[in-house]
């Protein structure tokens, strides 16, 4: 069994930050990734960046340049800056965690940039 337990999410005006954080409990073994996708409404579910057990690091299109993943191994914690918001950021982010070969999410939380 495995929990992620996702915060951060909010309301903030466009051109302003975030962090997000998710933290991974249970039973946690060789952990391949974590990351962040987001859901907004009509659309799909779409990665905005993940972060691999060595340190590689991947973003969305979208968010590269405003966005920063990082993460503390010792605590399997995930964390998401990010700046430069625009409404178009608004959606639920997941964070995700893969391993063996399974993905597993939290529950989501939502992201709302409106002035």
């Known amino acids: 069994q495995v929990q992620l337990v996702e915060s951060g999410g909010g309301l903030v005006q466009p051109g302003g930050s975030l962090r997000l954080s998710c933290a991974a409990s249970g039973s946690i073994f060789s952990i391949t990734a974590m990351g962040w996708y987001r859901q907004a409404p009509g659309k799909q579910r779409e990665l905005v960046a993940r972060?691999?057990?060595?340190?590689?690091?991947d973003y969305a299109d979208s968010v590269k340049g405003r966005s920063t993943i990082s993460r503390r191994n010792a605590e399997n914690t995930v964390y998401l800056q990010m700046n430069s918001l625009k409404p178009e950021d608004t959606a639920v982010y997941y964070c995700?965690?893969?391993?063996?070969?399974?993905?597993?999410w939290g529950q989501g939380t939502q992201v709302t940039v409106s002035s």
């Open positions: 995700n965690l893969l391993m063996w070969g399974v993905d597993f």
């Open positions: 972060i691999t057990s060595d340190g590689s690091t």
